[in-house]
């Protein structure tokens, strides 16, 4: 099992393939593992390292370091350990994270490609449901996850694809749940004008945790970026629809 230790931590990678480097960043508390059905395909004329980022997965949970610099942090070591000037693809916190990581370290990335990010939550409504979901999470985190995790995923998601996502969420620390607090406020609107690299938007067509506002509004921010938009996908395109994807994925990277 592959392990890199980085900041005083233990992370869990895999690496495979060879060609264009593609560094695949999961969301909030699942793992590397949410991009298995992509693998096949895009491991035939890419270099693929898939993470499991700190908190998450097979990687050490830390009580501390929880936070958007401390994981941007953590990438940036990994991207320099593997000598790799990927294309970031994040999903969801995924997504800050690869642009986080572009602003700060642009000479580290290729592009970023976000996937049904939260490039912003303010004003969207977000912040009071999330601020909810923190005591929910703390009074029952098995039922609360089992309640919300079947609305990241478009209608007609089977059942087993759902209950693999939540299983994943309980098998992740605990402390990543601080993320969500920062989340309420981050907003990278204003300095995504300075950002040096190119970046798509990949949305699901029918993502309730995100509307694609957020996407359109943050690309209209941004010299060159793009919106794709992926019909019928919810939240998590690359776990809904594997192959619309990946094909969608290789027109941008």
Wanted: charge should be negative; hydrophobic fraction near 40%; aromatic fraction near 6%.
């Amino acid at each position: 099992m592959p392990i890199m230790e980085v900041n005083g931590i233990r992370l869990h990678y895999e690496d495979a393939g060879t060609g264009p480097a593609l560094l695949l960043l999961h969301g909030w508390g699942t793992s590397g593992r949410v991009w298995q059905s992509c693998l096949p395909d895009l491991v035939r004329d890419h270099r693929v390292v898939t993470l499991d980022w700190r908190g998450c997965g097979r990687s050490d949970h830390p009580a501390e370091g929880n936070t958007i610099d401390g994981v941007t942090e953590d990438l940036a070591a990994v991207v320099k350990a593997l000598a790799i000037k990927p294309t970031v693809v994040g999903s969801s916190i995924g997504g800050v994270f690869a642009t986080e990581l572009a602003l700060a370290h642009p000479e580290l990335v290729e592009r970023v490609v976000a996937v049904d990010s939260p490039g912003y939550w303010p004003g969207t409504g977000m912040r009071e449901l999330v601020q909810d979901l923190r005591v929910r999470l703390v009074d029952d985190r098995a039922g609360t996850l089992a309640g919300w995790v079947p609305g990241w995923f478009a209608p007609g998601a089977s059942r087993e694809l759902v209950g693999w996502t939540v299983r994943q969420l309980l098998d992740s620390g605990v402390y990543i749940d601080a993320l969500f607090t920062e989340c309420t406020t981050y907003d990278p609107r204003p300095r995504l004008k300075d950002l040096a690299v190119p970046i798509t938007y990949l949305h699901g067509e029918l993502d309730a945790q995100i509307p694609l506002e957020v996407p359109r509004a943050c690309a209209a921010e941004t010299p060159g970026a793009r919106v794709h938009v992926l019909a019928g996908c919810g939240h998590l395109p690359h776990q809904e629809n594997p192959r619309a994807f990946t094909a969608a994925l290789r027109e941008i990277a």
